[in-house]
């Protein structure tokens, strides 16, 4: 049996790809059925976020596995065949094993220490499990990547202090608007990354937030929580004439902001200055809309400035989080390595 790894991040891809690649909650259960009914894939797991798309799987033997991956990734996302792979990577163990406990950790974030990674990863391997699509040997890594990054941010300083995207986009939207508390700042999307916005707005004295999302009840819920102001979706046309700043993290499988939309808008607004922060993969925001005048729209690979900035001041703590997931990652080869001997001695002796 092997553990193998095939996917692409914020540094093999740009955002233009890994939305197509992205997969949609209702997409996974046929995926991982898809996996194993049709790849050869025996476990599988699907790690789909703003910044990667992943494959976990188990198998016995390779049979041309890989190109199979390569191939149901292509028909997934309408992506020529040569042309994804350029952009994916594929390992096996121990790369794939230490990957994980690397992305766990939020050690291959964008944002180094982010900890909105860690609910992904669980995410995953929920899913998995519901799905019946992992086994013995994804139960095992899951479980063990997730103590390891547990131990990270217990026994280092990765974790600690502005560590998200969200937080991130806070910044940005900061530096265009000096007087940030006195904007009015409209977040669509109230999960994790909507939350983490809305806490780092409300420390940074912002008074006047508003919230969306596709369930109106975790808006209120949310907007109960910080003292913001829960809207409907249906509200959103209204809202662009009164927002300075509207911060998107939705997994909506289309635009919810189109050129249409926002061009007659400026013009009612009397060219009042708009900053568009578009955190969704897919995107949430018509990427030509940049081009109008007094509209300054940053997607997720724009906030690299800012994220590198804190990285550098995280890299210490890197590498005592190397060390860390370095012990991690041996303990559990140790313990696969003995299981599968195990597993050929019982072979051997069912065969004599």
């Not at 964008?110 to 990863?121: K, P, T």
């Not at 006047?208 to 929580?225: G, K, T």
């Not at 804190?310 to 370095?326: K, M, P, T, Y």
């Amino acid at each position: 049996m092997h553990i193998v790894l095939v996917g692409v991040n914020h540094k093999s891809a740009p955002i233009e790809l890994r939305e197509r690649l992205a997969f949609r909650p209702e997409q996974i259960p046929t995926a991982l059925n898809t996996l194993q009914r049709d790849i050869g894939l025996n476990e599988a797991a699907i790690l789909s976020t703003c910044n990667r798309v992943e494959i976990y799987g188990a198998m016995a033997d390779s049979n041309g596995t890989m190109e199979r991956l390569y191939q149901f990734l292509s028909e997934h996302s309408g992506i020529d065949r040569e042309e994804l792979a350029r952009r994916l990577y594929s390992y096996t163990e121990p790369q794939s094993i230490h990957h994980l406990f690397a992305v766990a950790s939020g050690l291959d974030s964008m944002v180094i220490g982010e900890a909105e990674v860690l609910a992904q990863v669980k995410q995953a391997y929920a899913w998995a499990r519901e799905c019946q699509a992992a086994g013995k040997v994804l139960n095992a890594l899951f479980q063990r990547a997730l103590n390891a990054a547990k131990a990270v941010r217990s026994e280092t300083a990765v974790g600690r202090g502005s560590t998200s995207i969200g937080a991130a986009s806070v910044e940005l939207a900061g530096k265009i608007f000096k007087r940030l508390s006195e904007a009015v700042v409209l977040l669509i999307g109230a999960g994790k990354n909507g939350e983490v916005t809305l806490k780092r707005l409300t420390e940074r004295g912002v008074r006047d937030v508003r919230i969306m999302n596709r369930s109106p009840e975790r808006a209120a819920h949310l907007a109960s929580d910080y003292g913001a102001t829960p809207l409907a979706l249906e509200q959103l046309p209204a809202q662009l004439r009164e927002v300075d700043i509207i911060i998107s993290s939705t997994s909506a499988p289309a635009y919810l902001l189109r050129l249409a939309d926002i061009a007659p808008m400026m013009r009612a607004r009397h060219q009042q200055p708009l900053c568009l922060v578009d955190l969704g993969v897919p995107r949430n925001i018509e990427p030509v809309i940049g081009t109008l005048e007094n509209v300054y729209l940053f997607d997720i690979d724009s906030l690299q400035g800012l994220v590198e900035q804190s990285n550098e001041q995280r890299q210490e703590a890197v590498g005592h989080s190397q060390r860390i997931l370095d012990r991690k990652v041996e303990l559990f080869l140790s313990w696969w390595r003995e299981d599968r001997s195990y597993a050929v001695a019982d072979r051997h002796r069912n065969s004599g």
